[in-house]
């Protein structure tokens, strides 16, 4: 899935008793965060991006994260932590046409971790666009295909 939230944030837990499971997600938050827990809420994080413009991509307590990523240094480990929120890494982030597939090069490609071996409902094996997620997974919502791969177009508005 694609989160965004072009002010406060594009994701948010209330509490412990409702604890979310977010994988293979891209979340673009405005100026306070990309994905964010209050009090003592709980959030595990499997191959999911977060930028926020001015706060923490991943802010509060309670995040369980494998291999996801963040424009700043709020993600699992220093590989993934600093991938910015640019044309480097999506294919277009002008404000309003927005274009979230990783382009070939993008720092999110080959580098998440397969979640089929989950239970039901993780245990999707396609992306946003339908497409077959196969190899080394991609970080976030689109799995990169190589040129004359067939994909849907998302417009965010």
């Known amino acids: 899935s694609i989160a965004y939230g072009p002010s406060i944030g594009s994701f948010g837990t209330a509490n412990a008793a409702h604890p979310n499971k977010l994988y293979s997600s891209t979340f673009i938050g405005g100026t306070s965060s990309g994905v964010f827990t209050t009090g003592t809420a709980l959030a595990t994080e499997k191959n999911c991006y977060a930028y926020s413009n001015g706060g923490t991509a991943y802010s509060g307590t309670g995040h369980t994260q494998t291999t996801s990523a963040a424009n700043d240094t709020s993600a699992t480990g220093t590989a993934l932590d600093n991938i910015a929120y640019n044309t480097s890494n999506f294919t277009n982030v002008t404000a309003g046409s927005e274009d979230l597939h990783l382009p070939s090069g993008s720092a999110l490609i080959d580098v998440g971790t397969d979640t089929s071996g989950e239970s039901a409902p993780l245990n ?14 991609d970080i976030g919502a689109d799995e990169f295909v190589a040129s004359g791969g067939a994909r849907r177009v998302i417009f965010i508005n």
């Open 124 to 137: 999707f094996t396609t992306d946003i666009d339908g497409i077959t997620r196969s190899g080394t997974w």
